[in-house]
């Protein structure tokens, strides 16, 4: 469980969590992330924020969630570059 800083929004530490693990390679390119229920298990979260944070990474361009199979990284050429 993680120990989140009160005067932020959560979903904000989580997206920033999962962000940094894509991009420091934690989760692979073109490999599932682990299960929602496991990251809101593992953040001590709900399973709504798991949701939003996912859906916002996923219409940034680093996750592609494929229904009945699971949430994988897109591959770095296709993130969007930093500005």
Do not use: C
């Amino acid at each position: 469980m993680i120990n989140f800083d009160a005067d932020r929004r959560v979903w904000e530490q989580v997206y920033e969590i999962l962000r940094e693990r894509i991009e420091e390679g934690a989760y692979k390119e073109r490999m599932p992330i682990p299960s929602l229920i496991h990251l809101q298990q593992e953040l001590g979260v709900s399973l709504g924020t798991v949701r939003k944070v996912v859906k916002v990474l996923a219409e940034e361009g680093f996750l592609n969630p494929i229904s009945g199979r699971g949430t994988y990284v897109l591959p770095r050429e296709r993130w969007p570059s930093a500005e």
